[in-house]
């Protein structure tokens, strides 16, 4: 026979962990919609008068506000094979979910030994690749030296670069406000919310340095680099969780979240 008062306590316990699902499947939904939405994006032709704009301050933050609003309207122009594009980043994502408890308690011990070792250390060595605030004063001087070198080719990718931080880094804080999943080295387990407090969902480090590979693979077009480059991006995302500053879900979800502003 249950104790009084036992059966509506399991009750409360199984709404709050539905409710938890939701909020993390939610967040799935809303920041892949956004990266899917962008996988076979047409890039509109070159247009002279825009980058005479760039050229100038003002013309420069207007060019950011055009981007930003395209990368916000992206979702909306889902067209034929992006569907089902969509379909399959979404399942990657909802089966990391599922499993992030053990998936990243695995991580964590095979980072203790092996090979999962030298991963975690070329991760750490590369975090500061993933923080805003230490990239974007090398890409500011990386722009206006390029500027003054009459380097055109650089110039782009280091307003590239900027411009797709910026975005993703707005969207991305939004979504942790409204989430507010908790980080594993709190002590949390992969279903705590706290809305306007955590910080987990989704990874900054992923997002940031996702758009690096990105772009860089971009403008360098050769297989090769595109697999170091994105191979340097497994890498972080291994550390990311290994060190529990995140679950597997957070990792895939600030990347695919950067890599599809990116694009955009």
Same mark, same amino acid.
């Given at each position: 026979?249950?104790?009084?008062?036992?059966?509506?306590?399991?009750?409360?316990?199984?709404?709050?962990?539905?409710?938890?699902?939701?909020?993390?499947?939610?967040?799935?939904?809303?920041?892949?919609?956004?990266?899917?939405?962008?996988?076979?994006? &047409?890039?509109?032709?070159?247009?002279?008068?825009?980058?005479?704009?760039?050229?100038?301050?003002?013309?420069?933050?207007?060019?950011?506000?055009?981007?930003?609003?395209?990368?916000?309207?992206?979702?909306?122009?889902?067209?034929?094979?992006?569907?089902?594009?969509?379909?399959?980043?979404?399942?990657?994502?909802?089966?990391?979910?599922?499993?992030?408890?053990?998936?990243?308690?695995?991580?964590?011990?095979?980072?203790?030994?092996?090979?999962?070792?030298?991963?975690?250390?070329?991760?750490?060595?590369?975090?500061?690749?993933?923080?805003?605030?230490?990239?974007?004063?090398?890409?500011?001087?990386?722009?206006?030296? #390029?500027?003054?070198?009459?380097?055109?080719?650089?110039?782009?990718?280091?307003?590239?670069?900027?411009?797709?931080?910026?975005?993703?880094?707005?969207?991305? &804080?939004?979504?942790?406000?409204?989430?507010?999943?908790?980080?594993?080295?709190?002590?949390?387990?992969?279903?705590?919310?706290?809305?306007?407090?955590?910080?987990?969902?989704? #990874?900054?480090?992923?997002?940031?340095?996702? &758009?690096?590979?990105?772009?860089?693979?971009?403008?360098?077009?050769?297989?090769?680099?595109?697999?170091?480059?994105?191979?340097?991006?497994?890498?972080?995302?291994?550390?990311?969780?290994?060190?529990?500053?995140?679950?597997? #879900?957070?990792?895939?979800?600030?990347?695919?979240?950067?890599?599809?502003?990116?694009?955009?």
């Amino acid at each position: 026979m249950t104790p009084p008062g036992r059966g509506s306590e399991l009750q409360r316990r199984r709404d709050t962990r539905a409710r938890h699902a939701a909020k993390g499947l939610v967040a799935v939904l809303v920041s892949l919609c956004w990266t899917s939405a962008s996988l076979k994006a &047409q890039s509109p032709p070159p247009d002279p008068d825009r980058d005479d704009l760039l050229d100038r301050p003002h013309g420069f933050v207007a060019a950011f506000v055009s981007d930003a609003w395209a990368s916000s309207i992206a979702p909306f122009q889902l067209r034929g094979d992006d569907a089902w594009a969509l379909g399959g980043v979404l399942a990657v994502g909802a089966l990391l979910y599922a499993a992030d408890g053990p998936l990243s308690a695995d991580l964590v011990e095979s980072a203790d030994r092996g090979l999962g070792r030298h991963i975690e250390s070329l991760g750490e060595t590369l975090d500061p690749m993933g923080l805003m605030g230490k990239t974007n004063p090398y890409w500011i001087a990386g722009m206006v030296v #390029s500027d003054l070198a009459g380097w055109e080719d650089g110039e782009v990718v280091f307003k590239e670069l900027l411009f797709s931080h910026w975005i993703a880094g707005l969207g991305r &804080q939004g979504m942790r406000r409204v989430l507010g999943r908790r980080r594993p080295d709190e002590g949390a387990d992969p279903r705590t919310f706290d809305p306007g407090e955590g910080t987990a969902l989704p #990874s900054g480090h992923m997002a940031t340095f996702t &758009q690096v590979a990105a772009i860089l693979s971009h403008h360098i077009d050769r297989w090769p680099a595109t697999v170091a480059l994105y191979g340097l991006v497994g890498a972080m995302a291994y550390e990311r969780v290994s060190s529990e500053a995140h679950w597997a #879900s957070d990792a895939w979800i600030g990347a695919t979240w950067g890599w599809g502003v990116a694009q955009v």
